[in-house]
């Protein structure tokens, strides 16, 4: 199984099982698991599948739980607190969300300069140490890891571990914590400092997980080969600069930023979740537009994304997209009418 498909399977893939989860006891979980970090990644996981179905006091449950298993290594933590942090943002507190987010992010920053450290030396203490933290994760989400304690310890599968989920899941967990965070420092005004965690983190990707190794103002992503996980991260930070310039009321620049997420994926849809993401950029950069009194242009786009979804069958989006058509033509008409 390829790296991408193990991991969406744990963080991506869309619950199948939510009603059973929803009347399940997480007491339940933590009995009948076999480790006390097992159950944590268990709850933890659940919890995501439970708030993506929008089943938020379940997955409160559940995240609750997982906390106070006080599972201590960083991998989890990274997950849980971003998790909390996006809880906690949804639920507009932004206090809260603000001290949360802002440890998760330091502790994605951190795990993710230890994975690459102990990526250094395939035979180090180090690299076996932390591949074998991740093998909870696997046992909580009832998946086969892609190596087994034994190949682990013996060292012949440490390193291609470790380096399969820097580049399957820390690059997109990471970049969603980003995008949160990011979101709740313009939303507090904070946009200065939003810009340049901002540009530190696109760097981030752009220098390990794209080739050629180069800096993201030395040559644009379209000319660069991008894995798949990557390319969503790229998408998740090009939407949050739209976001942050909007917040700011930079429109040109928001407009900038989600033509960009949305040119990410330009000719490069593998399924009907990228085409949601591409279509989802366009739709704000015509949002940013029509504040910027670009009405064809807005108008145009919108269209666009009314094909877009029709075609991926988004009944929702349509009707979206509909409204705002009619707000843009009552904007022209009125225009017209002055």
Known sequence: MAET???????????????????????????????????????????????????????????????????????????LLGEAGQNLFDSDRLQEAYDTLNSAAAIWRDVCKQAAKACEDANSQAVTEFASQLLPMFAGAKSKPPASAISIRNG??????????????????RAQ?????????????????????????????VLNFTMPAEPATARPLRERVISRTTRRALYLLLLTQGEIELTAGDFQASADGFEAAAGIYDGQTEDENDINRLLRAKFNE?????????IDEAIDI???????????NDAEAVQRVDHAIVFARSMADNDDDS
């Open 156 to 173: 012949t599968k440490a390193m291609q571990m470790v380096q399969q989920w820097l580049s399957g899941r820390a690059v997109t967990g």
């Open 286 to 294: 015509a949002n940013s537009l029509l504040r910027m009194n670009r």
């Open 177 to 205: 914590t980003t995008n949160t965070f990011l979101r709740l420092l313009a939303k507090v005004g904070q946009i200065d400092d939003a810009r340049g965690i901002l540009k530190e983190e696109l760097d981030w990707v």
């Open 5 to 79: 498909d193990l991991y969406d399977r744990i963080f991506e893939y869309p619950p199948t099982n939510v009603a059973l989860l929803a009347f399940t006891d997480p007491e339940e979980i933590v009995k009948g698991a076999e480790s006390r970090d097992i159950a944590a990644w268990e709850l933890l996981l659940g919890s995501m599948q439970l708030r993506r179905a929008g089943q938020r006091s379940p997955a409160n449950d559940w995240l609750n739980h997982a906390s106070r298993l006080e599972v201590k290594d960083d991998v989890f933590k990274a997950e």
């Open 302 to 312: 919108y269209e666009l994304c009314k094909h877009g979804f029709n075609s991926i």
